[in-house]
């Protein structure tokens, strides 16, 4: 089916909610589906169109459930798959669609599959579902291939035989707790087939596909060659055809496809979005930008001029469960785009800088066309949290010889109320600490100040829907002084934003309907701010 001009996740915008930090139900210190439950009005009033939840499944949490253990079922640290079927109907009743997280790159080492092909001997049709190999040198004591995992470090690790001696290696892209599977296995293809009618038929609405890229591997398993095309584990053309099966699947319940594809080449990127493959995949490359006009204008053309030629709508992220918050990228003296390479301990930000930088961010990537991702907390303005080293439990912190410092910082408990941790959240002992400086995060506080950030969000989203309904198509670029992005929509919609030192003359307009920080003697004609967005009527 071709892609439906008018689906609602064309433009939709869409809430990320990581169920281990988003609200504790039963009070252990870790969230759960009751917690999610529980506060469904909150994201109702939120003003999105849908949530998506990264794995909940049963998992040991090496990779913070990107380890899955059991595809058809909930980890009971986050409820039942009763639960599960509830929540999504409660969301439904109020407007909000779900999206599930598949993750078909991998499993974790303790899914059956994996532990009946541990058990059994090299050479099995046990092991022909993921990639075992032997060593090469004496004794087979080097890894397969020179491959760097993912997350850094060799992604190869040694078995033991029945009888005590060294065995194969088996490849995993990310941690030795997640096995990569074998897409050239017809039952692997079976397997996640019946995986996504089994949430489509619990009325899931989409589908999020988790390191889409990555799946297919050139079946020699070669050597990496710098420059070398086509790359043996990265964006290969045998994906296509995966996913053109998936399609089929997901038309038949009308649900949306959504790919997780890092890759830097818009047109490679686009080509999953053909008419008969995903409907949408993650862009990540205005969240990768500095916070500078020219390289944000040209993400933004790419990214359109890109997803034009195949009919597709673009998305726009402005962080997630794996990034630096927004607030504290902007408030950095030196690069603010985001880099998995660039992540260090300790790097100052300005945070009041950059919570005004996210503000007109907020208002820049609502405006363009496209449907938009929020990651949770970033509604409220949430910096990325300080884990204290002994108590990162992020797998890529030690995968890089503790350089990096993980990506708990912006996975810690959402603050809810009161003036201390747990801050509502539910149990005092949260999974990761919460900063002591975070009462100004709450929903109590933020509902109370006209013009906090979750207040902006709220009028953004609701007036955002509205104009939508005029269906707006396009951009045009307007004439705007140095510094400055300004552009127009088919509706009628302004929208500016001023990244140069001083304040700038409001491009030509009828109204305001919307500013990040309040907007200078609108009656004379009006001054934008620096680091400030507004919405006009023209
Ligand atoms: C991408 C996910 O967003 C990330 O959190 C995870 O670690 C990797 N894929 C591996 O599943």
Redesign the pocket.
């Known amino acids: 089916m071709p892609h439906n001009p008018t689906a609602w996740w064309r433009n939709a915008a869409i809430y990320q909610v990581y169920p281990r930090s988003f609200a504790d139900g039963d009070g252990d210190g870790t969230g759960d589906l009751a917690g999610v439950r529980a506060r469904l009005p909150y994201l109702a009033g939120l003003g999105v169109e849908a949530l998506w939840f ?1 794995p909940w499944y049963v998992s040991p949490l090496v ?2 459930g ?1 380890d899955v253990a059991d595809y058809r079922a909930i980890d009971p640290a986050f409820g039942t798959l009763a639960e599960a079927e509830k929540l999504i109907a409660e969301a439904r009743q109020l407007g909000l669609r779900t999206i599930v997280d598949v ?1 078909p ?2 499993i974790s080492d303790e899914h059956p599959w994996f532990k009946a092909a541990l058990a059994a001997p090299p050479g099995s049709p046990e092991r022909e579902l993921f990639h075992f190999r032997p060593g090469r040198g004496p004794g087979g004591e080097e890894p397969p291939n020179n491959w760097r995992g ?2 850094g470090g060799v992604p190869w690790t040694r078995t033991t035989n029945a009888d005590g001696t060294p065995g194969d290696w088996y490849l995993h892209l ?1 941690t030795p707790g ?1 096995p990569d599977v074998n897409w050239a296995h017809p039952r692997v293809r079976q397997e996640h087939e019946d995986i996504l009618r089994f949430w489509f038929d619990r009325g899931a609405a989409g589908v999020r596909i ?2 889409a890229a990555l799946l297919a591997k050139d079946p020699d398993l070669p050597d990496f060659e710098v420059g070398k095309d086509p790359h043996p584990f990265v964006d290969r053309d045998e994906l296509h055809d995966i996913y053109r099966s998936w399609r089929a699947i997901a038309d038949e319940y009308d649900g949306v496809l959504i790919g ?1 594809l890092w890759l830097p080449d818009a047109e490679r990127f686009a080509r999953y979005l053909r008419n008969d493959e995903l409907h949408t995949a993650f862009n990540f490359s205005l969240m990768s930008c500095p916070w500078d006009p020219a390289l944000l204008r040209e993400s933004i053309d790419t990214t359109l001029a890109s997803h034009a030629d195949v009919g597709a709508p673009a998305t726009w992220v402005l962080c ?3 990034i630096t918050r927004t607030v504290t990228r902007y408030g950095r003296a030196g690069d603010t785009g985001f880099s998995f390479a660039g992540k260090r301990f300790g790097t100052p930000s300005d945070i009041a800088l950059g919570t005004r930088r996210a503000r007109a961010a907020a208002l820049l990537t609502l405006a363009l066309p496209g449907a938009v991702y929020l990651y949770q907390g970033e509604e409220r303005g949430l910096p990325e949290a300080d884990v204290p080293r002994d108590r990162i439990t992020d797998p890529m912190h030690e995968r890089s010889g503790g350089v990096d410092p993980g ?1 708990d910082g912006c996975r810690v408990p959402l603050p809810w109320e009161g003036t201390e941790p747990p801050y509502g959240f539910g149990g005092a002992d949260t999974w990761l600490p919460q900063p002591a400086d975070w009462a100004p995060y709450t929903v109590e506080q933020q509902d109370a100040d006209p013009a906090s950030m979750l207040n902006l969000y709220r009028t953004a989203l609701r007036l955002r829907r509205e104009l939508l309904d005029a269906g707006p198509t396009g951009l045009t670029w307007l004439e705007a002084p140095a510094g400055v992005l300004a552009f127009t929509r088919s509706d009628g919609l302004v929208c500016a934003v001023n990244l140069a030192a001083e304040p700038v003359p409001l491009p030509a307009h009828t109204a305001v309907l919307l500013s990040s920080a309040p907007v200078e003697s609108a009656d004379e004609g009006g001054l934008l701010p620096p680091d400030t967005a507004v919405w006009l009527r023209n």
Do not use: I, K, L, M
């Open positions: 990264t990779d913070g990107y993750v790159n991998h993912e997350f990310f997640q988790d390191s997780e997630n469960h794996d990506r």
